[in-house]
């Protein structure tokens, strides 16, 4: 909990307790009395609690053989004990013994931020059936000073909001491209731009939920919070489920290598998205309002738990998936840079080439941040540990991740975004070096743009590749803006134009059975699948 210097609010912070139910043996109802002590301290004063016995054992309650040996007092009997250097401690040590039903005008004021704990104890009765315990239910209140969210969750609530309005302002931008080259879009960057406005709604949304389980006053939680929790854990299942989809296509080659994967290969793609998105919704729907459960009353014994069953059995086919998505992914980029390179695609393989980088870079900075926090958190102490990881461990788990994953796509978006040129480097190829050496010259003429042996071949020669500098009237050919479809019927447009001349630079292989591995052939080779011609 912090206190109000820390995390300033309307309130100050307090921890109430209201005992609700209190039956003797398990069996009795008790209407007023009641026996049940309660001990609240800040973690750090662990140490400072209970007493040694004979045996050097930590006895934490007094009981009849504690008073024999002096220990403690009758009056302290079945109380919790503290040790000699309680006064000592960082933060108040309340013990107290509740007798009624209610509150019993029990409140813990927070004067320093720390991980505060609430500990119970009720003495066994003695029956024919031997001793038993009683069984009680207490409410316990930890009330912050900015409202109803845990402390651990609290840093979430500005952080999103931040991170909401920096995926606003760079969706702007890229939108602006988008309507810049409208004309020039191909079906991929029509996917991104649409995933980019998911992406900036999802998280204001998850920004909108904090702001909503923070000014909310009842518990438990009424429907229509459960509602909106249900909805932003689909987003964010479908976020994780696109995005892997997204992907995996771009590293099949889609859009840029090939207009067009396979019709059984895509298929194949869309199902494995599908089953991930399945289980990880409900995975994620779950464990969510799982977080937010509470005991229904006090045990003594450990009986199992049911949900983390539960979790087991649904985290079991999301590591298949996600596994099987890598490799995938992996792989076909693999073979698409294989591919490119033997083809000497420069443009196109420079764009994967960063794509690998942007991978690798995201591999290192979850692994630093790994690194970070185990050396971070439990640099010092268990208990200091244990004191210190609440604060940060709800921005590492679950923060850190939507940061790293917003700079992931955002570099993806940038390697393929919207150009003047993007459009024909999709439908066109660019010629190997050696393909110019056998015209014996230093400088070969291709319709009057010359790029010069031995250099590498750049975006911006793709401009307009059909210029004639000698023929300034000649206009080059004109490509409507079509549907969705356009790739494929500009594609098939292309091949059936005939052969270009031959001192042109730029032609339209990528549909060419003759120049390289056919995409179907890679995609057999990835999938096992036959060619559909």
């Not at 602006?176 to 020039?184: P, S």
């Not at 709604?201 to 389980?213: D, G, H």
């Not at 980088?357 to 540990?385: C, H, K, P, Q, Y």
């Not at 098939?492 to 031959?502: A, R, V």
Request: proline letters at 4%; glycine letters at 4%.
């Amino acid at each position: 909990m912090y206190n109000k210097r820390d995390w300033s609010g309307k309130i100050d912070p307090y921890i109430k307790l209201d005992l609700e139910q209190f039956k003797y043996n398990g069996e009795h109802s008790a209407t007023t009395a009641a026996d049940v002590s309660v001990l609240i301290f800040e973690y750090r004063d662990l140490p400072l609690l209970g007493k040694i016995d004979n045996t050097g054992r930590i006895r934490y309650v007094c009981d009849q053989e504690m008073v024999n040996i002096g220990a403690c007092t009758e009056d302290e009997l079945n109380n919790f004990l503290t040790g000699d250097d309680s006064d000592n401690s960082k933060s108040k040590i309340l013990i107290i013994k509740l007798t009624d039903l209610g509150d019993n005008d029990v409140a813990y004021n927070i004067v320093n931020t720390g991980y505060y704990c609430v500990a119970t104890y009720s003495p066994a009765q003695a029956s024919r059936g031997g001793s038993m315990f009683n069984s009680y239910k207490i409410k316990v209140n930890f009330q912050n000073s900015f409202g109803s969210l845990a402390a651990s969750e609290i840093p979430k609530l500005p952080l999103y909001g931040l991170l909401a309005v920096v995926y606003a302002v760079f969706f702007s931008v890229y939108l602006f491209h988008v309507y810049k080259h409208r004309a020039e879009l191909l079906l991929l960057q029509k996917y991104l731009a649409a995933f980019f406005s998911f992406l900036t709604v999802e998280t204001i949304l998850i920004w909108s939920l904090y702001e909503i389980r923070n000014n909310n006053k009842k518990y438990p939680l009424p429907g229509g919070i459960k509602f909106y929790i249900t909805i932003v854990s689909l987003l964010n299942a479908f976020k994780l489920s696109f995005s892997l989809f997204l992907l995996l296509i771009i590293s099949l080659g889609y859009g840029v290598v090939y207009p067009k994967l396979n019709k059984r290969l895509m298929l194949k793609c869309k199902i494995l998205t599908g089953v991930n998105f399945v289980f990880s919704s409900m995975f994620i729907t779950f464990s969510y309002f799982r977080s937010q459960s509470q005991p229904n009353s006090a045990t003594t014994a450990y009986k199992g738990d049911s949900g983390a069953v539960w979790i087991l059995l649904l985290t079991i086919p999301i590591i298949c998936t996600l596994a099987a998505f890598y490799f995938l992914i992996l792989s076909s980029l693999s073979k698409t840079v294989k591919y490119l390179a033997d083809n000497r695609q420069i443009v196109k393989l420079n764009m994967y080439k960063r794509l690998f980088r942007v991978m690798l870079l995201s591999s290192v900075l979850l692994l630093l941040a790994l690194v970070f926090s185990t050396v971070f958190v439990f640099g010092d102490s268990v208990i200091e540990s244990i004191e210190r990881i609440w604060k940060y461990d709800k921005v590492i788990t679950d923060f850190w991740p939507s940061v790293l994953y917003f700079v992931i796509f955002l570099a993806i978006a940038f390697i393929w975004r919207p150009t003047d040129t993007s459009y024909m480097l999709a439908v066109s190829s660019q010629l190997p070096n050696e393909v110019l050496d056998e015209e014996n010259s230093p400088d070969v003429p291709n319709n009057g743009t010359t790029f010069g042996t031995g250099e590498e071949f750049e975006i911006d020669d793709l401009d307009n590749p059909f210029a004639d500098r000698n023929k300034p009237d000649v206009e080059p050919p004109s490509y409507d803006t079509l549907d969705n479809d356009s790739i494929e019927f500009d594609a098939d447009q292309e091949l059936h134009k005939g052969p270009k001349s031959d001192n042109s630079t730029v032609v339209a292989s990528n549909f060419s059975s003759n120049e390289g591995p056919s995409q179907a052939a890679v995609s057999e080779e990835l999938f096992q699948l036959e060619d559909e011609e």
